[in-house]
Nanobody, 128 residues
Framework: QVQLAESGGGSVEAGGSLRLSCITSGVGYRYYCMGWFREAPGKGRERIAAISAGGSSAYTYYADSVAGRFTISHNNQKKTLSLQMNNLKPEDTATYYC???????????????????WGQGTQVTVSA
């Protein structure tokens, strides 16, 4: 059973940076997909970034709302997912979830929208 544990959330002023991390365990596949969703109060969950894990080439996806400011990365040896968030805005305030999906890998990771494993979430608050 895949287990995900996020860390790194917190409070920051607009324009600041935060780095989220997600430790993965229980993944019985060499190649799979990982990503980040977020959910703000009163809004639905938003897929903001995804990456293929396990291969030498990483396929990535970024939502328009974060492209150019956020960077997703995955350490295959440590099985750790990261999200570097720069130039944060108040509208980035949300609970951020680490996700994983073992049914797909490679290029599919940049297109799938459904992920079966979710972390417990970590809060990010950006003040104006």
């Amino acid at each position: 059973q895949v287990q995900l544990a996020e860390s790194g959330g917190g409070s920051v002023e607009a324009g600041g940076s935060l780095r989220l991390s997600c430790i993965t365990s229980g993944v019985g596949y060499r190649y799979y997909c990982m990503g980040w969703f977020r959910e703000a109060p009163g809004k639905g969950r938003e897929r903001i970034a995804a990456i293929s894990a396990g291969g030498s080439s990483a396929y990535t996806y970024y939502a328009d709302s974060v492209a150019g400011r956020f960077t997703i990365s995955h350490n295959n040896q440590k099985k750790t997912l990261s999200l570097q968030m720069n130039n944060l805005k108040p509208e980035d305030t949300a609970t951020y979830y680490c996700v994983a999906e073992t049914r797909y890998s490679g290029e599919w990771c940049s297109t799938i929208e459904q992920f079966s494993a979710w972390g417990q979430g970590t809060q990010v608050t950006v003040s104006a």
